[in-house]
């Protein structure tokens, strides 16, 4: 979980910058009321994709996607 | 680059836009600005005293009651539209690059090959914006609308279809009404449901 939030948090660095609000970004708060629009998280997820190598589900549960702690916790849910 | 769109044709007559830019440093706090004071300027254009929207514990923002209404910002652009007496309302302006990726992410095999240029007649922005502001109106719904909130479905699980010169997005058999209009580098998606 701990490498699979920092893993998460550096792609959002990548996205947004070493200087952005993302450096302040709590693990547990939405990431949609922390500043990441509906753009950056369909990139985010896509993003995710290739760095876990996973392909995300339809009929994925909304709060999975919530914050970096619930992404985090999805990629520690998927089979090994 | 225009940081105002023209209405979308069709966009029914009593729709109150108004527009803010985003001041310097265009950080969360100057966007949040730039949508109050478009809210509240279409509120009092639109015939409301109450000119404040309050959120809500998810984060939506709660018009007075009979002046359905919806928000939405860019880094540079603010805007917020007031349908009196509409049911929902949803609006959305998209400025981001839509990657073949992401377009594939959130876009079914049908959408894409009915109504992604150039069998139809979408950007991939375009249409990311329409399920935007669908989602936006159908998360206003009364009481959710039956869908619940937006902590309960996700955007790209609406589906959109073309009618006539109007997309109809529809997410479990409840659907609106979404007009989009399209400049180089930002679209505009509003919709209404009466």
Do not use: N
Request: with cysteine.
């Amino acid at each position: 979980m701990v490498e699979a939030r920092a893993r998460i948090r550096a792609l959002l660095l990548d996205m947004f910058g070493p200087d952005s609000f993302v450096t302040e970004l709590a693990d547990t708060v939405s990431l949609r009321e922390g500043g990441v629009s509906s753009a950056a998280l369909v990139s985010l997820l896509v993003a995710m994709e290739d760095e876990f190598g996973f392909e995300w589900q339809d009929d994925v549960a909304p709060e999975a996607l919530r914050s970096i702690s619930s992404l985090a916790g999805h990629v520690a849910s998927l089979p090994a | 680059m225009s940081l105002q769109l023209t209405v979308p044709e069709g966009v029914a007559p009593g729709a109150h836009f108004q527009w803010r830019p985003v001041r310097p440093p265009r950080g969360r706090d100057e966007q949040s600005a730039a949508g109050r004071a478009a809210v509240a300027a279409a509120l009092a254009e639109s015939g409301s005293t109450d000119l404040v929207v309050p959120r809500e514990p998810d984060g939506r923002p709660r018009f007075p009651p009979g002046f359905a209404g919806a928000i939405a910002h860019t880094d540079r652009v603010a805007v917020a539209v007031v349908v009196p007496g509409a049911e929902a309302v949803g609006v959305d302006i998209e400025d981001a690059v839509i990657s073949p990726r992401v377009a594939r992410f959130v876009l079914r095999d049908r959408e894409r090959a009915a109504l992604l240029r150039p069998a139809g007649a979408y950007s991939a922005r375009d249409l990311f914006a329409a399920k935007e502001a669908a989602f936006k109106a159908l998360c206003s719904l009364g009481g959710g609308g039956g869908l619940g909130g937006p902590d309960q479905f996700l955007f790209w699980w609406i589906e959109l279809d073309q009618t006539d010169a109007t997309l109809v997005a529809s997410y479990r058999g409840v659907s609106v009404p979404v007009w989009v209009r399209s400049e180089p580098r930002l679209s505009l998606a509003v919709a209404i449901r009466r």
